[in-house]
T-cell receptor, first 113, second 113 residues
């Protein structure tokens, strides 16, 4: 049981480049989330998807877009990377019948230079 | 008032000590509560759920006080392996398929030999 799988694990981008972070879960969860974690800031919600076909902004959505491709996959796109987007990104999923605990991917360490 | 507040610590305690962490939340409509553990440069992992009646898992005891909007985690007989950051997590469902997991910034614990 893989749980939540994120790719890539590490990435270095130049300012202005674009990239997509991929996330997939195999737990039949309805909800999926993207967080970023910066030192001293804790986990901050970028976007979430309560169910297939829906997405909503979180606390820090600017500079990001998301796609809930199907129930399993939720991708995060940076259209024009900025140094302020240097962070660790975590994908999470939760909520199926009888259970709402969230499970996290291993994270993507992104550096924008 | 921030949605979920925790003392960031660090808490530096000797092996064998008992340590308690507290967390407050602002949304009285929040339904479910959790403690997560995060090791350095790793993803958060579920430690335990928190119930009004209190729940215990070995050396760990969690308690919820809905009237005061307060959550606690007690660790008895601390081990070196307990060194980590402990995150308070609040689940809030606001209807029409809209809900979020909100994380506190975490409390850092260092258990010293």
């Amino acid at each position: 049981n893989a749980g939540v799988t994120q790719t890539p694990k590490f990435q270095v981008l130049k300012t202005g480049q674009s990239m997509t972070l991929q996330c997939a879960q195999d737990m039949n969860h309805n909800s999926m989330y993207w967080y970023r974690q910066d030192p001293g800031m804790g986990l901050r919600l970028i976007y979430y998807s309560a169910s297939e076909g829906t997405t909503d902004k979180g606390e820090v959505p600017n500079g990001y877009n998301v796609s809930r491709l199907n129930k399993r996959e939720f991708s995060l796109r940076l259209e024009s990377a900025a140094p302020s987007q240097t962070s660790v990104y975590f994908c999470a999923s939760s909520e199926r019948q009888g259970s709402i605990e969230a499970f996290f991917g291993q994270g993507t360490r992104l550096t924008v230079v | 008032r921030k949605e979920v507040e925790q003392d960031p610590g660090p808490f530096n305690v000797p092996e064998g000590a008992t340590v308690a962490f507290n967390c407050t939340y602002s949304n009285s409509a929040s339904q479910s509560f959790f403690w997560y553990r995060q090791d350095c440069r790793k993803e958060p992992k579920l430690l335990m759920s928190v119930y009004s009646s209190g729940n215990e898992d070995g050396r760990f005891t969690a308690q919820l006080n809905r009237a005061s909007q307060y959550i606690s985690l007690l660790i008895r007989d601390s081990k070196l392996s307990d060194s980590a950051t402990y995150l308070c997590v609040v689940f809030t469902y606001s209807g029409a398929g809209s809900y979020q997991l909100t994380f506190g910034k975490g409390t850092k614990l260092s258990v010293i030999p």
